[in-house]
Structures are given as C-alpha cells and as structure tokens.
C-alpha cells in the first residue's frame, strides 16, 4: 500500500464535461492521512481471499455477469439477443459468467492471475477489503490518490492524454463499440503492475477496470454506489470518463467484466 500524506485535496472540477454525472462544482477536503493499494486487487489475490474463506460472489449466486460483445463469437451473441442491456447493446448477460469465468463460461482466468479481479459487486469488493484488514476507499480518498499533491490536472499524470506519444492507460482505441485497435496493447484488462501513473506510484488510477469506492451516488438510493477511473472501454466519444474527476455508479450488488476495486487503509 502507498501512504497518502494528510492535507487538502481537490474534489470534483469545474470543467464539467458529463452533467449527469454531478463532476462538480471543484471543492477542496481536508483529509487525514491513509493508505492506499498501489495496485488493483488482482485474481491472485482474489483467488487467495476465496481459498481462505470460502466466499463465493454474488456474480455466482445469481449465475450470471455481464460480458462486453467483442469477447462473445457472433453465434453465442445471435441466442443472447434478448439479454442484452437496453441502453448499453454491447454488453450482454451471459449465464456461468463470473470473477473466474470472465468472459463466459467457457473461459477462466488461468492465464490472467496478474490481471485485475473483475465480475465482483461492492459487497463482494468490501468483504475482501474486510477480510484484509482494511476498507474501500471513500470517492475523497480515491481523487486525492489520483491526483496526488496536484490541482486541477486532468488524468492522473497531468492534461495531456498522450505525453511524448506514450499511452499511459489502458483505454479503447478505434471506433467504439466495433474495432480497438488496442493500441496501448491490451483489447481487455491488462495485468495491475503496468502503467504506472502517478508521482504516488499508483497503477492504473485511469482505465483498466473501474474501481468501487465507500460512497453512495446519493442519500436518496444508498445502494447506488461511486466507481471511479473509467476502463478499458473507456473512449472519449462515448465514456470520457478516465479523468481524475469524472464518476459513474452501480448498485451495490451489479458485476460487469469491466468492474474491480482497490482497498484502502485509514493509518
């Protein structure tokens, strides 16, 4: 875990690009110091937590999660025609899918223990976090850590989306939802310990998966909750939404295959 010192962090921006989404007004909390995983919560780690206890996901007590359309061959996407997502056609619910089968029933994550955990609710994320000793992060926390001790930066290495031509997440390339060129070298997740962004030493902050924090989207539904950092099917036409300030929400128990965490710590 990385320390983040105790101080006053930017919340929000003023520079509000999604306005369903309550990016702002920017504020300014004061925090105390805490820690903070330096990587997403890996399947190693998952795998280790589920050994240890037993635990199964609410992914696999439904029997199902929700896996995006590139990763589904156009016969099995032809039977699943009606359990699609009404606004979102490209993602599809599909039965067996969870955290060790996350791109169907037919696929596991052998190959892929480096990769971030996906297919896990906020009540799945929170009862890892519990049994590690630790908790989510709050949406304050999880800023503070994306933009370390700057104000005002956009991602969490500063404003611009390509320095020196370096892909510094990963996130969607190409024309949205057809063709990623995966140009930044990965189509799906890519494993927790790559594109290190920040001065914190944090990893992927932006992109990859999306991460779950404590907060409720608002007091009037509680069981929606704040993820934070976009994903790898985040692209400005569609999902600008890997900048330090933007936020999206799910309900407590929803699992997606583009959909993780990272723990917190309070000191």
Known sequence: MILIPSGTYQVGT??????????GPKKFVQLKSFYLDKYEVSNRDFTIFTESTDYKTEAETFGDSFVFTLFLNNT????????RVMQAPWWYKVYGTNWKHPLGPDSDVADLMDHPVTHVSWNDAKAYCAWRGARLPTEAEWEAGCRGDHYNITYPWGDKLFP????????????????NSAKDGYVGTNPVHLFEQNKLGLHNMAGNVWEWT??????DNPKEKVKKGGSYLCHRSYCYRYRCSSRSHNTDDSSAGNLGFRCAKST
Not at 14 to 23: F, H, K, Q
Not at 164 to 179: C, L
Request: aromatic letters at 12%; a negative charge.
């Open 214 to 219: 404590e907060d409720s989207w608002s007091e």
């Open 14 to 23: 003023d520079e509000i690009l999604i306005d369903t989404d309550n990016e």
């Open 76 to 83: 099995f996407k032809k039977q699943l025609h009606d359990f």
């Open 164 to 179: 020196d031509r370096q892909h510094m997440a990963n996130i969607w390339q190409g024309t949205f939802p057809n063709h």
